[in-house]
């Protein structure tokens, strides 16, 4: 059981847009930044959003995140078939003095 | 480009130890936290541990404190983890992961493409 809560799939068609959730408490989201990272199938991870809401050099706008309260939400626009992936979000918790991951999100592009 | 290349997984008993190493490349290795991330078998990504830039901060999950140690030679530019008593459930890719800054702890822009542990009898 993960400390930070995603829906195991969500899925759109090309085009479209969708939002992936990721759930926590005070003591991880309430408190801390929240990245976000990407994993195509059989490859490592790759950052999108740090600190909530900031794109690394190099992944395009059609990729945001969002921080409200104990939540943090990313999304993404203009899908294409080569978004579909494992999405996680991760921060810091406080109390567990960790980093902590959501369980993950899959992405299928219809 | 930023390289990391990790090495030294393989097969190990339970209860024996291996010791993974992380080379970095093309980036002033002292000035960032490294950790190590990893993920089992069709699973989800686990952290494991973090060491600051210098090398002074550690941190670990508490899954694996009190059996792995994280270190960093910064005169090599290479990152270590070395486990012991390693249980089945340890078994999972590795990752070496790069942080953004020296004390970074949870935001990590660069990974390696893992070395896999696998702990079986």
């Known amino acids: 059981q993960s400390v930070l809560t995603q829906p195991p799939s969500v899925s759109a068609a090309p085009g479209q847009k969708v939002t992936i959730s990721c759930f926590g408490s005070?003591?991880?989201?309430?408190?801390?930044?929240v990245s976000w990272y990407q994993q195509l199938p059989g490859t490592a991870p790759k950052l999108l959003i740090y600190d909530n809401n900031k794109r690394p050099s190099g992944i395009p706008d059609r990729f945001s995140g969002s921080k409200s309260g104990t939540s943090a939400t990313l999304g993404i626009t203009g899908l294409q078939t080569g978004d579909e992936a494992d999405y996680y979000c991760?921060?810091?918790?406080?109390?567990?003095?960790?980093?902590?991951f959501g369980g993950g999100t899959k992405l299928t592009v219809l | 480009e930023v390289q990391l290349l990790e090495s030294g997984g393989g097969l190990v008993q339970p209860g024996g130890s291996l010791r993974l190493s992380c080379a970095a490349s093309a980036f002033t290795f002292s000035s960032y936290a490294m950790s190590w991330v990893r993920q089992a078998p069709g699973k989800g990504l686990e952290w494991v541990s973090t060491i600051s830039g210098s090398g002074a901060g550690t941190y670990y999950a508490g899954s694996v404190k009190g059996r792995f140690t994280i270190s960093r030679d910064n005169s090599k530019n290479t990152l270590y983890l070395q486990m012991s008593s390693l249980r089945a459930e340890d078994t999972a890719l590795f990752y070496c992961a790069k942080g953004i800054g020296a004390a970074d702890l949870s935001n990590f822009d660069y990974w390696g493409q893992g070395t896999l542990v696998t702990v079986s009898s």
């Open positions: 005070s003591s991880n989201i309430g408190n801390n930044y």
């Open positions: 991760g921060t810091w918790d406080s109390s567990l003095s960790a980093v902590v």
